[in-house]
């Protein structure tokens, strides 16, 4: 369903919270969903917070307006979780921050803002993308900003030469610790960028991978609290894999393993991408003059291993359980050690009747400089449409949403429903910044569409189908299949210039 909504121009109602400390910036290095169910969550509405802040720091050149202007966004719809408007302030501190953020971004440049909502999810992600489209190219001029599910943005927009270079604008600033610095490297095409990402977008945190663990278990289990091995550089898979030895259970009786016995691991289905990249790994890797090729990562012996190592433990023994896309994670039902979900995940776990703690993804080994923390596929990506009629226009919008997103959105997100409420002590609230700080983009992965799915739908389908042992065999046709769909993309980038 289309919708229009527009948020007004007026000094606001009521005060909102100050908010909290800002977050580590989003640092350098599928048909999976965000995790959306909320139960009966509420947002805090009490919490008030003193704030280490600046927030009058310009970070647009002083008299920069665009007195009377509308910029018209074409975003996603049909979220429970808040990104792009709110209609008025309900005491509710995420909802708050967001409207505060518009109004003050709006009275800073003296616009309005205009809201066109269409769904974009996976399955809806060409028919977003095809319908702004039409309007590019008749040349409509109707729209400033596009904000949509990351495939639609990046394997319908951009890949179709419908986006303009974002680094050709007057005011985006890409050094900025508010927008993902290794997107911006990995996302570049002939020194173009058509999308970003970062605190711009509530997404961007809830589309986090972790892995969530029960408390309880640890203890009836005497196991070690997985936030001491992060800090102790011993989180690694092999030691997860221990931990979830012995664990296993047979609930219901029935001899087989599955969601009602008590188990080790957890992992849904999409989610078994996240230790492919946690283990160091890419799908492409980029040349000395920032162009994407296809990793040797893909044939090395440690990819081998890992495939192998997984396909034993989802399959071979009791020690973990792959969650299909037609079951519910029983994680939540406190029978299970470790899953694997995106930080959102944690608004369903709010209301459980156990303790809970997150970490990132573990290394594949301790030898592994970092942690390396990729997100789902749902999160949101940002452009601006080819017939935009302002650039630099809406390059200040983009740059003061970014900014005060990253002074007031995110901290009110992360901070307080993320790390004051949902995580239960200081511990875990590290963990948190871990997983932030560890953020990493993979040019595969993001165009993912345009290469065939082969730089993720390989690894998963392997664990999921145990055929680990086929792995080179089926790389050797594969590989050379996904540079000659690579070397197409680049070219089509190559064709926008020509």
């Known amino acids: 369903m289309k919708t229009k909504k527009q948020i007004p121009n007026f000094r606001r109602l009521t005060s ?16 999976e969903e965000i995790v959306e169910e909320t139960g009966n969550v509420t947002e805090d509405t009490t919490t008030v917070l003193t704030s280490t802040v600046e927030t009058e720091a310009r970070y647009l050149p002083e008299g920069v307006r665009y007195d009377g202007e509308k910029v018209h ?62 309007s590019i190219m008749a040349g409509d001029q109707a729209f400033d900003v596009v904000a949509g599910y ?52 509530t997404w961007a945190l809830y589309c986090m ?5 029960n408390r309880d278990m640890l203890k009836d289990y005497d196991l070690q609290n997985p936030a001491d091995l992060v800090d102790n550089n011993q989180w690694t898979l092999d030691k997860m894999i221990e931990m979830s030895k012995g664990i296993y259970k047979d609930l219901n009786g029935n001899t087989t393993k599955d969601l009602d016995d008590q188990l080790g691991m957890a992992v849904p289905y999409p989610n078994i991408d996240s230790f492919y990249h946690a283990s160091g790994l890419n799908t492409t890797e980029l040349d000395e003059k920032g162009m994407p090729y296809v990793s040797d990562d893909l044939t090395s012996e440690k990819t081998v291993n890992l495939v192998e190592l997984l396909c034993k433990i989802f399959h071979s023994d009791d020690t973990a359980y792959i969650v299909k896309d037609s079951e519910t994670n029983s994680f939540v039902n406190g029978h299970v050690l470790f899953t ?9 776990l709010a209301n459980g009747d156990f303790a809970y703690g997150i970490v990132p993804v573990p290394k594949y080994d301790a030898e592994q400089k970092s942690y390396a923390t990729i997100l789902s596929n749902p999160h949101t990506l940002y452009g601006i449409p080819k ?22 959105v995110s901290p009110a997100l992360f901070e307080i429903n993320m790390k004051k409420r949902y995580s239960e002590d200081d511990q875990t609230s590290r963990m948190y910044d871990i997983i932030k700080g560890s953020v990493c983009f993979d040019f595969g992965r993001v165009f993912t569409d345009q290469l065939g799915t082969l730089t993720y739908g390989p690894f998963r389908n392997k664990i999921n189908s145990n055929t680990g042992d086929t792995w080179m065999s089926s790389w050797a046709s594969s590989k050379p299949q996904l540079e000659t769909m690579l070397a197409d993309l680049l070219k089509t980038f190559q064709s926008f210039e020509e």
């Open 387 to 408: 017939d935009a009629r302002d650039y630099d226009m809406t390059s200040a919008v983009l740059e003061s949403l970014a900014a005060e997103g990253y002074k007031l």
């Open 73 to 134: 966004m074409f975003v996603r719809a049909g979220s429970s979780l808040p990104e792009f408007f709110v209609d008025e302030q309900k005491g509710e501190i995420v909802s708050d921050a967001i409207f505060d953020r518009n109004l003050k971004v709006q009275e800073d440049l003296g616009v309005t803002f205009s809201f066109r909502e269409e769904t974009s999810d996976w399955a809806s992600r060409q028919q977003f993308a095809d319908t702004i489209s039409a």
């Open 150 to 201: 990351s495939k639609s943005i990046s394997s319908y927009l951009a890949a179709n030469g419908m986006l303009g270079d974002m680094l050709s604008t007057k005011y985006l600033n890409f050094a900025q610790p508010w927008w993902s610095d290794s997107l911006i490297e990995q996302a570049k095409v002939n020194n173009k960028l058509y999308f970003a990402t970062g605190d711009i977008s």
């Open 209 to 213: 991978f972790g892995v969530f663990y």
């Open 340 to 348: 694997i979900s995106t930080l959102s995940y944690g608004r369903t």
């Open 16 to 31: 909102a919270a100050v908010l909290a400390a800002i977050l580590l910036p989003l640092a350098s290095c599928s048909s």
